[in-house]
């Protein structure tokens, strides 16, 4: 497995995936996507044998992003690094590409915060997405809901 930064030639595999992904993480366009490639404190992709297989967008707070659950997090800490969307081709799942992709995170993060954090769906439940930061080391802070009510998510922090 090859991870790599973004470039403008993955945007569009990494935009379908993502939208092939919804509601586990939000719909978004091809600008909101460059806007991701331009901002993001880690925009990075995964590849198996030379086809892509997945991507994860890690922030920094200070962004003017206005996610619910990312603002959450710059209300409620001085300093973190957030997951904001991450999502594996079905054709890679169960080769550790979220694993490897959460390590190189944790990674760029380690020595400059001390938690990373994110949000796993409980209405609609994403139980897999649950039992996976559960295992990896995440608890629950708290919860929230969101988008005027139709979700609700429990907001996760890993201690690096």
């Given amino acids: 497995m090859q991870l ?11 935009l379908a995936l993502n939208e092939a992904s ?5 719909s978004i366009d091809l600008e ?11 925009f990075r992709v995964a590849s198996i044998d030379g086809r892509f ?4 967008v890690g ?13 959450w997090f710059c209300d409620n800490y001085a300093d973190f690094g957030y997951v904001d969307r991450v999502a594996v081709d079905a ?11 959460y390590e190189d995170f944790a990674d760029r993060l380690r020595g400059q915060v001390e938690c990373m954090t994110c949000e796993v769906n409980i209405r609609p439940a994403n139980e897999s997405s649950m039992r ?3 295992t990896h080391g ?3 802070v708290a919860s929230q809901e969101t988008e005027g009510g139709l979700k609700k998510v429990a907001l996760l922090e890993k201690k690096l």
């Fill in 138 to 140: 995440f608890v629950r």
């Fill in 22 to 26: 919804v509601p586990n993480v939000n």
């Fill in 59 to 71: 922030l920094r707070p200070g962004l003017a992003y206005g996610s619910e659950n990312y603002r």
């Fill in 132 to 134: 996976y930061h559960e």
């Fill in 91 to 101: 054709s890679a799942r169960r080769r550790g590409v979220a694993s490897r992709l």
């Fill in 4 to 14: 790599s930064d973004i470039t403008e030639a993955d945007l569009a595999a990494v």
């Fill in 53 to 56: 297989a997945g991507f994860l």
């Fill in 32 to 42: 909101q996507m460059r806007w991701f490639a331009a901002n993001a404190f880690y």
